[in-house]
T-cell receptor
Framework: AQSVTQLGSHVSVSEGALVLLRCNYSSSVPPYLFWYVQYPNQGLQLLLKYTSAATLVKGINGFEAEFKKSETSFHLTKPSAHMSDAAEYFCAVSTNTGGFKTIFGAGTRLFVKA | EAGVAQSPRYKIIEKRQSVAFWCNPISGHATLYWYQQILGQGPKLLIQFQNNGVVDDSQLPKDRFSAERLKGVDSTLKIQPAKLEDSAVYLC????????????FGPGTRLLVL
């Protein structure tokens, strides 16, 4: 069975600082991996996805993530945080085991301090 | 391109009452998902449709929850009777194919059961 673990329910950074949100997954078959962002009172929006092509994936708003199979990780980074990045971020894994199934992590809330 | 539409946006009911949510996916998207997002948690899949057939409803509490997608387009999710623990945001999402493809989310319906 697949699973997703996001380390840290809350992360706080200063504006301009590096953003690092951690995601580890468990899967018995090659996974597809996603990062979604959720702003208050809105649905989830895709930031980026890994689908077995390049291991370094670039997304919207300056975010990127690197798929590391040996570490079963898919951490999300952004070199310089902006106030508008404050939101909740969800990592998700999707696998095809007799039909695709997607599991979401519990989420990490990012706070950006001025 | 119009996004995923959901209504109502907010609903307050008393326990043991019934409630229904509506979702209209992006035009042409074959796969439709209903998620339950409890405060502080990631979305949990309740049911997944491929056109008008059910692909996965393993986590749907079938004694009180029901969903249908007649004609393979829009969908309704019903709770009858509601319990206090059903208080959550109900998210609808759609995708053009399942798994690898991006899921597009609606704004959600926030349900409060008193």
């Amino acid at each position: 069975a697949q699973s997703v673990t996001q380390l840290g329910s809350h992360v706080s950074v200063s504006e301009g600082a590096l953003v690092l949100l951690r995601c580890n997954y468990s899967s018995s078959v090659p996974p597809y991996l996603f990062w979604y962002v959720q702003y208050p009172n809105q649905g989830l929006q895709l930031l980026l996805k890994y689908t077995s092509a390049a291991t370094l994936v670039k997304g919207i708003n300056g975010f990127e993530a690197e798929f590391k199979k040996s570490e079963t990780s898919f951490h999300l980074t952004k070199p310089s945080a902006h106030m508008s990045d404050a939101a909740e971020y969800f990592c998700a894994v999707s696998t095809n085991t007799g039909g695709f199934k997607t599991i979401f992590g519990a989420g990490t809330r990012l706070f950006v301090k001025a | 391109e119009a996004g995923v539409a959901q209504s109502p946006r907010y609903k307050i009911i008393e326990k043991r009452q019934s409630v229904a949510f509506w979702c209209n996916p992006i035009s042409g998207h074959a796969t439709l998902y209903w998620y339950q997002q409890i405060l502080g948690q990631g979305p949990k899949l309740l049911i997944q449709f491929q056109n008008n057939g059910v692909v996965d409803d393993s986590q749907l509490p079938k004694d009180r929850f029901s969903a249908e997608r007649l004609k393979g387009v829009d969908s309704t999710l019903k709770i009858q009777p509601a319990k206090l623990e059903d208080s959550a945001v109900y998210l609808c999402a759609s995708s053009s194919t399942d798994g690898e493809e991006t899921q597009y989310f609606g704004p959600g319906t926030r349900l409060l059961v008193l």
